[in-house]
């Protein structure tokens, strides 16, 4: 297999708060040797930059100003680093730095050479630890936290697993007497509004970012993917292992059967939508259930501001997105054949258009 893991900053940071936990980033090392010596590969997705910044530099809570968390992560990668060197070291094992931004998944060309760099990293018996590139990134072109950059990396590294290591045991949920309190549901088939409403955020630490929330974000990036997810607390002694045997508890976010092609992965996560094209349920169910492309008859309304090629997000009479794909046309163009039929295009644009507002063959129902 191919597993990508998550380290939470919480996971690898002192209880205290002050520094890294490098007792800690050991034992998760050797149980990333160990998977290793199963012959399965695996990606680090870290945190813990902008922790380890704010230790080094005696700051006691997170910075709120971009340029101060920029900082940050650029002392404390160096001490993020080192601490994984010399956990892996021991074992064998050289590490290997990327830093990503937003930039490097939106840019065709840049996502399949960052997944070839990675491909190459793996070939070569190296442990990728991959990072946001804090130091460069803006509000613009952040992830916004390591747990989607972790399933957008197993995207893009086709693989097989993703496991986030974080503070608590896994997706709680209330139990149906309230005296139990809350139960960790031990596996998840699909991300419904209604699980959402229950996602509990254990973004407490002045240190972390993500919640519960950002976590369920991911499970349905890489379960339309074709990627299992769990969620399980990473300082359960040996957890890692029991994933991989099969005796872990946590819970597992189980993908569907069918996985994305490369291409149509890239367009329902590599890329953020534009926009949005709000369609009627005859659309809706069309091209959920008929596999049809997106007919501009379909379309009622559309909001934001996008060019030809862009990709943008179907949405459905709820409000809910049900889609994504690349538009073969700008909003100028759209507003004016939004809800016409395809043969009249033509004669609206003057020009000869493509009868399609979304062809099939780039469009990926979510």
């Excluded at 080094?56 to 990668?77: C, F, I, M, S």
């Excluded at 097989?160 to 309230?178: E, H, Q």
């Amino acid at each position: 297999m191919r597993v990508v893991i998550k380290v939470g900053t919480s996971v690898i940071s002192l209880r205290s708060g002050e520094g890294l936990d490098k007792e800690q980033i050991r034992r998760i090392a050797g149980q990333v040797a160990d998977i290793r010596n199963l012959g399965h590969e695996v990606i680090l997705v870290s945190s813990g930059a902008i922790g380890a910044g704010m230790t080094v530099l005696g700051w006691k809570t997170r910075p709120k100003e971009l340029r101060d968390k920029q900082a940050a992560a650029a002392v404390g990668q160096v001490s993020l680093m080192e601490a994984y060197e010399g956990a892996f070291k021991p074992k064998g094992l050289a590490v290997a730095q990327v830093l990503l931004t937003r930039l490097d998944l939106e840019d065709r060309a840049r996502y399949i050479n960052a997944r070839n760099t990675l491909l190459s990293l793996l070939s070569f018996s190296a442990v990728p630890i991959i990072n946001e590139n804090d130091t460069v990134s803006t509000d613009e072109i952040q992830f916004g936290d390591n747990d989607t950059l972790s399933a957008l990396v197993a995207v893009k590294a086709e693989a097989d697993l993703l496991v986030i290591l974080t503070n608590v045991d896994g997706f709680y949920r209330k139990s149906a007497d309230p005296a139990d309190g809350p139960e960790v549901v031990r596996e998840i088939h699909q991300i419904s509004s209604e699980l959402k409403k229950e996602a509990r955020s254990e973004a407490s630490s002045e240190l972390s970012v993500g919640g519960m929330r950002s976590k369920l974000e991911a499970a349905r990036i890489v379960m339309a993917s074709g990627i299992d997810m769990w969620i399980v607390n990473g300082r359960t002694q040996g957890i890692l292992n029991g994933i991989i045997h099969g005796t872990a508890e946590g819970t597992r976010f189980v993908a569907k059967r069918s996985k994305l092609g490369s291409k149509k992965r890239w367009i329902a996560f590599g890329t953020r939508a534009k926009g949005q094209l709000f369609v009627d349920g005859g659309a809706s169910k069309a091209v959920k259930q008929g596999g049809k492309s997106l007919l501009p008859s379909g379309i009622t309304s559309i909001s934001g501001r996008f060019q030809a090629g862009d990709a943008v997000s179907i949405m459905d009479d709820d409000s809910q997105e049900i889609g994504r794909g690349l538009c073969n046309y700008s909003t100028e163009e759209l507003r004016r054949i939004v809800g016409r039929k395809s043969r009249e295009i033509s004669q609206i644009l003057g020009r000869a258009g493509s009868p399609e507002v979304i062809h099939r063959d780039n469009l990926v129902i979510l």
